[in-house]
C-alpha cells in the first residue's frame, strides 16, 4: 500500500519459528495513528503470532520493531507498555470479585494517591469520551462479556495506550454489543489512535476496517485500503486464495428416534426447561452469554448432575447413562474451551486424540499407540489441520486448528448425540464452512445440540431454535417459522412476543 503518511509502529523483516513451524517469514507491516488495519488469515497464518511480537509477550528470531521512528532494542512487555502498545486478549484478564474501577487501577501507582471517588469520576471520564457505557461500580462478576471486554478496553485507554490491538474482539458479543465496540473503535481512531483488528469474520473487516492486511502461510500476501474491496466473497477468495461462499444446503432429514430428552428441568440457573432433540436434527440454542446455555451444556455432557427435573440419553436416565458411557456410537461433546477443558496443551497430539478415544486402541493392558497415531495422520489430512506431525503439542497448533483436532477426535467416534458448543468460534471463514458441512452430515446417525452465539450459523445448521434468557426456554420453533424468527432479537433481551 501506498501511504505517505509517518507510521506509530514499523514492523520490519520479523520472522518467528517455532521448532519446524515457520510462524512468520519476513513480515514487514505498517500501522498508522487514525486508522482501524484489520489483519486477516486463516488459521494458523501467524496473526497472533505477529501480534504477540508486537505488544512484547514472544521475541522474534529476526526483523526489528520502530515505534515513532525510533528501532526498539531489548522488546519487552514492559517496553510495549511504556510505548503506548496495548491488546485486548480473547481470554479476559479481570478479577472477579473487583470493580470495573478497581481493575482498571490494579497495579497503578496513583490508586494509592487517589480517593475512590475521584478514580471513579477519572473511569466515568474515559466511559463518556469513548462511548464504553459501563456503571463503574459494577462488580466484574456481575458483567456480561461484553462489558467485560468494555472493561479490558477501558485500562488500556487509562494507560494512554495509542496502539490498541484487538484479537478477536466480537467473539464473545451481541449484536448490539457489536454496534457499541464499533462505535467506540470510531471514536478511537478519531482521536488519533491506531487500532489493529483481528478478526475472522469478513462482513465485520468491512465495516470497521481503513486499511486491510492478509496473512497466509506465515506471510504477508496481500495489503489493500478497505475502500478498495467490492465485496466480501472477493475478500474471502484473497484471504483463503479460493472461491468461499459460506454457504451450505442444508437437506431435511426425517427425524427419528429421540436421543435427548428435557424435562422440568430446574436449578440456581436453569428454569423449568424441557424439549426433545431427534436422531436427524439440529437444535440450535441462542441467547446472550450467561443466560443459562452454559449450566444446560454441563448437565447435559454428564460435567454437573441435575437437580430438579429429567433427562434420558439415548434411552436412558441421566445417572444409569454417566454411570456405564461407552466411548463411540453414544455422546461426543465439543467445548467451548478448547484450552482448558478439550486438549491438555502440553501433551503431543497423539496423546490428546486418545482423551476420549483410548478404549478403541486398547487391547487388555496395552496401548496400540502406533494404530492411534495412523488414524490421527489420516484425520489430520481429512480434517485440513495445519501441524507439521502428529508429534507436536497441542500448544504449538493455532487456536483454529487446534479446535478443528477436537472436532477430528469427537466425530471420529460417531456419536448418536452431539453436543457442540460454539463449534466455529474462532475459525476462519474456510475451517467454518468445512465444519458446517461435517455437522450437517453427522445428523445422518446423530442429533445435535448445538449452542452458539452466532446468529447466523444457527439459522444455516438448525432446523429448529431455541432462544435462552435468564435461565429460562423463552421460544422454541422451527427455522421454516419466519414470523418467529424475526423475533429473536427481542426474545435475548427476554421480551415475550
Keep these: 500500500m501506498n501511504d505517505t503518511a509517518d507510521p506509530l509502529v514499523r514492523l520490519e523483516s520479523?520472522?518467528?519459528?517455532?521448532g519446524r513451524v515457520k510462524a512468520n517469514r519476513d513480515i514487514t507491516l505498517h500501522i498508522r495513528a487514525g486508522?482501524?488495519?484489520a489483519l486477516l488469515g486463516e488459521n494458523g497464518a501467524g496473526k497472533s503470532t505477529l501480534m504477540s511480537i508486537l505488544s512484547g509477550r514472544l521475541k522474534p528470531d529476526s526483523g526489528r520493531i520502530i515505534i515513532k521512528g525510533i528501532p526498539q532494542k531489548g522488546y519487552s512487555t514492559k517496553t510495549a507498555i511504556q510505548t503506548g502498545i496495548g491488546m485486548v486478549y480473547q481470554h479476559f484478564m479481570l478479577v472477579e470479585a473487583m470493580t470495573v474501577t478497581e481493575n482498571i487501577f490494579l497495579g497503578r501507582k496513583e490508586r494509592f494517591l487517589l480517593k475512590s471517588k475521584e478514580m471513579i469520576a477519572k473511569v466515568d471520564e474515559l466511559i463518556k469520551t469513548y462511548g464504553l457505557q459501563i456503571d463503574p461500580v459494577s462488580k466484574i462478576s456481575d458483567l456480561s462479556m461484553g462489558e467485560r471486554q468494555r472493561v479490558e478496553i477501558l485500562k488500556l485507554l487509562y494507560r494512554q495506550s495509542r496502539i490498541l490491538i484487538l484479537d478477536e474482539p466480537t467473539?464473545?458479543?451481541?449484536?448490539?454489543?457489536?454496534e457499541q465496540l464499533f462505535d467506540a473503535v470510531r471514536a478511537m481512531a478519531a482521536q488519533?489512535?491506531?487500532i489493529v483488528f483481528i478478526s475472522h469474520k469478513l462482513e465485520e473487516v468491512m465495516a470497521i476496517a481503513d486499511e486491510i492486511a492478509i496473512l497466509r502461510k506465515g506471510s504477508v500476501v496481500d495489503e489493500m485500503p478497505a475502500e478498495s474491496v467490492q465485496s466480501k466473497a472477493e475478500l474471502a477468495k484473497r484471504m483463503v486464495g479460493r472461491e468461499v461462499l459460506l454457504k451450505v444446503d442444508r437437506e431435511p432429514l426425517e427425524p427419528r428416534q429421540v436421543v435427548l430428552r428435557v424435562r422440568g428441568l430446574r436449578d440456581s440457573v436453569l428454569d423449568d426447561?424441557?424439549?426433545?432433540?431427534r436422531q436427524g436434527e439440529i437444535l440450535g440454542v441462542v441467547g446472550v452469554a450467561g443466560n443459562g446455555q452454559k449450566r444446560l451444556v454441563e448437565v447435559v455432557s454428564g460435567l454437573e448432575p441435575p437437580q430438579e427435573g429429567e433427562i434420558r440419553i439415548l434411552g436412558e436416565q441421566w445417572i444409569r447413562f454417566f454411570s456405564k458411557k461407552r466411548w463411540d456410537a453414544s455422546l461426543s461433546y465439543i467445548p467451548e474451551d478448547r484450552i482448558g477443558v478439550a486438549s491438555c496443551m502440553g501433551l503431543d497430539l497423539v496423546d490428546n486424540f486418545l482423551l476420549t478415544t483410548r478404549e478403541g486402541f486398547s487391547s487388555g493392558p496395552?496401548?496400540?499407540r502406533a494404530e492411534a497415531e495412523k488414524k490421527l495422520k489420516e484425520?489430520?489430512?481429512?480434517?485440513g489441520i495445519k501441524a507439521p506431525s502428529s508429534r507436536v503439542t497441542a500448544r504449538q497448533l493455532s487456536g483454529g486448528?487446534?479446535?478443528?483436532m477436537v472436532l477430528a477426535r469427537e466425530f471420529f467416534r460417531r456419536p448418536r448425540l452431539i453436543v457442540a458448543e460454539q463449534p466455529t468460534q474462532g475459525l476462519d471463514i474456510g475451517a467454518t464452512e468445512d465444519v458446517w458441512r461435517i455437522l450437517l452430515k453427522a445428523r445422518e446417525r446423530a442429533g445435535i445440540l448445538l449452542i452458539t452465539g452466532d446468529l447466523r450459523e444457527a439459522m444455516t445448521l438448525s432446523d429448529r431454535i431455541g432462544v435462552m434468557f435468564g435461565g429460562r426456554l423463552m421460544d422454541l420453533f422451527p427455522v421454516s417459522d419466519e414470523e418467529k424468527m424475526e423475533k429473536i432479537g427481542p426474545l435475548m433481551a427476554g421480551i415475550e412476543t
Excluded: H, M, Y
Excluded at 520479523?14 to 517455532?18: A, N
Excluded at 467473539?171 to 457489536?178: D, H, S
Excluded at 484425520?379 to 480434517?383: G, M, P, V, W, Y
Design 273 to 277: 426447561i424441557s424439549f426433545d432433540l
Design 379 to 383: 484425520l489430520i489430512e481429512k480434517f
Design 171 to 178: 467473539a464473545v458479543l451481541t449484536p448490539r454489543e457489536i
Design 401 to 404: 486448528n487446534l479446535q478443528k
Design 192 to 194: 488519533g489512535k491506531a
Design 14 to 18: 520479523i520472522s518467528k519459528t517455532f
Design 35 to 37: 486508522k482501524v488495519k
Design 366 to 368: 496395552w496401548l496400540k
